[in-house]
């Protein structure tokens, strides 16, 4: 039997823009390391705020992906033939912006596409280091291998973050909660609230395995697009490099994570498709926007 939800106290159809430049600033103040102030009473007591709108945000993308679950199985097999399928046909798939990113856009509508993504990275290395805790040995191993790679395996020119901010740097681009849709900001708010809290961890491995299943083909017309603009490969190279890595971190995952999880709980199938499926469905919405900003609906 499903399990009524609870109506929500925030109108999502008018207070989206709102709710997302909140919820960015909660994230990036509780993610930055700070110092202790006298007032951490009065900040706990808002920071407990903040988290029930996160929870009203994230339990209202999964009620809306419910419909999306009827088909789904538990048993192991059939699960990772499922959740490999979302590839080819999980939401936002396929998507015609990125071939006229690719072939068509000038370099201002490219910027703009950047800005908004740079703005709703949610940096994937510590969303990985925060999922990982108390998982079971096979998993944690997998999510530190990821890590690993993420952090250039321990060379500074090889991470993963600084890559995209070199390619930030290159183009000028400055990104700014103010100026960034809210369609980009859930969704690196989405990824926040799923590795912060410890009941949507499964989420967060469901929704970490879906980018890697899906970005490669992204990543690459994305980097397409760039070189056909005359961008360096040194300031492509994070779009470069996932084109290609992605593909053996997605093999990886769905192996060495996703299934011994499955095999071992089936239970655990469902929120880690239910991650997939919210992490998929926030980044088709940002595909829809950008197409609306670029005049291709």
């Given at each position: 039997?499903?399990?009524?939800?609870?109506?929500?106290?925030?109108?999502?159809?008018?207070?989206?823009?709102?709710?997302?430049?909140?919820l960015?600033?909660?994230?990036?103040?509780?993610?930055?390391?700070?110092?202790?102030?006298?007032?951490?009473?009065?900040?706990?007591?808002?920071?407990?705020?903040?988290?029930?709108l996160?929870?009203?945000?994230?339990?209202?993308?999964?009620?809306?992906?419910?419909?999306?679950?009827?088909?789904?199985?538990?048993?192991?097999?059939?699960?990772?033939?499922?959740f490999?399928?979302?590839?080819?046909?999980?939401?936002?798939?396929?998507?015609r912006?990125?071939?006229?990113?690719a072939?068509q856009?000038?370099?201002?509508?490219?910027?703009?596409?950047?800005?908004?993504?740079?703005?709703?990275?949610?940096?994937?290395?510590d969303l990985?280091?925060?999922?990982?805790?108390?998982?079971?040995?096979?998993?944690?191993?997998?999510?530190?291998?990821?890590?690993w790679?993420?952090?250039?395996?321990?060379?500074?020119?090889?991470?993963?973050?600084?890559?995209?901010?070199r390619?930030?740097?290159?183009?000028?681009?400055?990104?700014?909660?103010?100026?960034?849709?809210?369609?980009?900001?859930?969704?690196?708010?989405?990824?926040?609230?799923?590795?912060?809290?410890?009941?949507?961890?499964?989420?967060?491995?469901?929704?970490?395995?879906?980018i890697?299943?899906?970005?490669?083909?992204?990543?690459?017309?994305?980097?397409?697009?760039?070189?056909?603009?005359?961008?360096?490969?040194?300031?492509?190279?994070?779009?470069?490099?996932?084109?290609?890595?992605?593909?053996?971190?997605?093999?990886?995952?769905?192996?060495?994570?996703?299934?011994?999880l499955?095999?071992?709980?089936?239970?655990?199938?469902?929120?880690?498709?239910?991650?997939?499926?919210?992490?998929?469905?926030?980044?088709?919405?940002?595909?829809?926007?950008y197409?609306?900003?670029?005049?291709?609906?």
């Amino acid at each position: 039997m499903t399990q009524r939800r609870a109506p929500s106290v925030v109108d999502f159809a008018t207070q989206q823009d709102r709710l997302q430049q909140q919820l960015a600033r909660f994230n990036r103040a509780r993610l930055s390391p700070s110092l202790p102030e006298p007032s951490w009473r009065e900040a706990i007591r808002e920071e407990a705020r903040l988290r029930m709108l996160e929870g009203e945000y994230v339990e209202h993308e999964r009620a809306q992906i419910e419909p999306m679950l009827s088909d789904m199985p538990q048993q192991v097999d059939s699960f990772m033939r499922w959740f490999e399928a979302l590839e080819a046909n999980g939401p936002g798939q396929q998507d015609r912006l990125f071939p006229w990113l690719a072939e068509q856009a000038t370099r201002e509508q490219m910027c703009w596409f950047l800005v908004q993504e740079v703005a709703g990275e949610a940096g994937f290395d510590d969303l990985v280091a925060m999922t990982q805790v108390k998982l079971p040995t096979q998993p944690k191993l997998e999510l530190a291998r990821n890590y690993w790679d993420e952090m250039g395996r321990g060379q500074a020119k090889g991470m993963h973050g600084p890559m995209l901010g070199r390619l930030a740097t290159e183009l000028g681009l400055v990104p700014t909660i103010e100026h960034t849709v809210w369609e980009s900001l859930s969704l690196a708010n989405l990824m926040c609230a799923f590795a912060t809290n410890r009941r949507y961890a499964y989420h967060s491995v469901g929704a970490l395995g879906a980018i890697e299943l899906t970005a490669p083909g992204r990543a690459a017309l994305v980097g397409a697009g760039l070189k056909r603009l005359g961008i360096g490969l040194d300031a492509r190279q994070y779009f470069e490099l996932h084109a290609v890595l992605d593909v053996k971190h997605s093999a990886a995952w769905n192996e060495e994570a996703i299934r011994p999880l499955v095999a071992a709980d089936p239970r655990l199938a469902r929120p880690i498709a239910e991650g997939a499926l919210m992490r998929l469905r926030a980044g088709q919405r940002c595909f829809d926007r950008y197409r609306r900003a670029f005049g291709l609906v």
